[in-house]
């Protein structure tokens, strides 16, 4: 059973935008957040968001160009991210914070060039 389904992402040029977005039952009660992985690295956190929306945290290595949010009544969360760089190259997946094991889904691709 696919309990988070994650879209949105694609192929860019470095600076370009993307907006993903990530939708299933457990955003209407959790705390959610985003995490990815590059080839050959561990999953790593991105950002989180409180059940409310009125807390965010980034990881600094997204700081201040990627935004975390969401809507509960869609049962979706999203992360805008601006200003790409070729180290956002990943699968990003989200899920509830702390991470339920099963509901890692297939994430999505994000591939950034130079």
């Known amino acids: 059973q696919v309990q988070l389904v994650e879209s949105g992402g694609g192929s860019v040029q470095a600076g370009g935008s993307l907006r993903l977005s990530c939708a299933g039952p457990i955003v209407t009660f959790a705390p959610m957040a985003w995490f990815r992985q590059a080839p050959g690295k561990e999953r790593e956190f991105v950002a989180r968001i409180t059940w409310s929306g009125d807390n965010l945290y980034y990881a600094d290595s997204v700081q201040g160009r990627f935004t975390i949010s969401r809507d509960n009544a869609k049962r979706t969360v999203y992360l805008q991210m601006n200003n790409l760089k070729p180290e956002d190259t990943a699968v990003y997946y989200c899920?509830?914070?702390?991470?339920?094991?099963?509901?890692w889904g297939q994430g999505t691709q994000v591939t950034v060039s130079s």
């Open positions: 899920n509830a914070m702390p991470p339920r094991q099963d509901h």
